[in-house]
C-alpha cells in the first residue's frame, strides 16, 4: 500500500515536443505529491509539487494533472528542451509524527532529441 | 546559503569493514532523512531525524546501520560491516520545521563495496 508506481521506464521525445510520465498510488491517506528531477552524479531537486484539493498545477513548462478518484497523477513538460534530458522521480507523502517520509516512484529516464 | 553538504562523495570500502556517511543539513533546518538509492532505481526512505533524536526508522534494516543527529555537528550514517549489497547512493534531505513538505537534498554519498 506504501507503493508508488512509476510509467514509463524510459521515454524518448524530440524537442519541442510533450513529455508525459505517470504515476500511480494506492494510499489515500497521501496528502502531498511532489516531482523531483535528477541528474547524473546529482541529488534529487524539486522541480512541482501538488496537493490532492487540485487537479492540476503549472509552473512555467512544467504542469501536474491530479487524479483523486482514480488515485494517479502525471508531470506533463511542454516544450521540452535536451536540457530536460534527465531522470525525474514522483513521490507521495503524509504527514506522521512530523516528518513527510517521501514514497518514491521508480523513476522515468528521460531523454530530448535535438 | 550553503545546500544540503555531504561527505564524503565517494567512498570505497572492503566487505567487513566500516563506513560513515556525513551531512550538514542547511542553515536552520533541524529536521534530516537519509534514504538509498541502489542502481536504476528510486531512493528509499531509511531514517528521519531530529536533534538528538530518531523519529522514525522504519526504513533501516535492523543489523549494522545506525544513525545520529547529535547536538552539535553533522548526522551520521554509520554501517558496520558493509556487505557489497550495500554499494549504493545514499542521500540525506534537510527541511525546516513547520515546513515539512519542503525537503532538500544533498549530492549524495556513493558506496562501493569491494
Known amino acids: 500500500q506504501q507503493q508508488v508506481k512509476q510509467s514509463p521506464q524510459s521515454l524518448i521525445v524530440q524537442k519541442g515536443g510533450i513529455s508525459i510520465i505517470n504515476c500511480a498510488y494506492e494510499?489515500?491517506?497521501?496528502?502531498?505529491f511532489p516531482w523531483y528531477q535528477q541528474f547524473p552524479g546529482k541529488g534529487p531537486a524539486l522541480l512541482i509539487a501538488?496537493?490532492?484539493?487540485?487537479s492540476e498545477k503549472k509552473e512555467g513548462r512544467f504542469t501536474i494533472s491530479f487524479n483523486k478518484s482514480a488515485k494517479q497523477f502525471s508531470l506533463h513538460i511542454m516544450d521540452s528542451q535536451p536540457g530536460d534530458s534527465a531522470t525525474y522521480f514522483c513521490?507521495?507523502?503524509?504527514?506522521?509524527?512530523?516528518?513527510?517520509?517521501?514514497?518514491f516512484g521508480q523513476g522515468t529516464r528521460l531523454t530530448i532529441n535535438p | 546559503n550553503a545546500g544540503v553538504m555531504q561527505n564524503p562523495r565517494h567512498l570505497v570500502r572492503r566487505r567487513g569493514q566500516e563506513a560513515r556517511l556525513r551531512c550538514s543539513p542547511m542553515k536552520g533546518h533541524s529536521h534530516v532523512y537519509w534514504y538509498r538509492q541502489l542502481p536504476e532505481e528510486g531512493l528509499k526512505f531509511m531514517v528521519y531525524?531530529?536533534?538528538?533524536?530518531?523519529?522514525?526508522e522504519s526504513g533501516m534494516p535492523k543489523e549494522r546501520f545506525s544513525a545520529e543527529f547529535p547536538k552539535e555537528g553533522p548526522s551520521i550514517l554509520r554501517i558496520q560491516q558493509v556487505v557489497r549489497g550495500d554499494s549504493a547512493a545514499y542521500f540525506c534531505?534537510?527541511?525546516?520545521?513547520?515546513?515539512?513538505?519542503?525537503?532538500?537534498f544533498g549530492p549524495g554519498t556513493r558506496l562501493t563495496v569491494l
Open positions: 494510499n489515500t491517506a497521501f496528502d502531498y
Open positions: 501538488i496537493r490532492p484539493d487540485v
Open positions: 531525524l531530529q536533534k538528538e533524536n530518531i523519529i522514525d
Open positions: 534531505a534537510s527541511s525546516p520545521s513547520g515546513r515539512y513538505n519542503e525537503q532538500f
Open positions: 513521490a507521495a507523502s503524509q504527514k506522521l509524527q512530523g516528518a513527510q517520509k517521501l514514497v
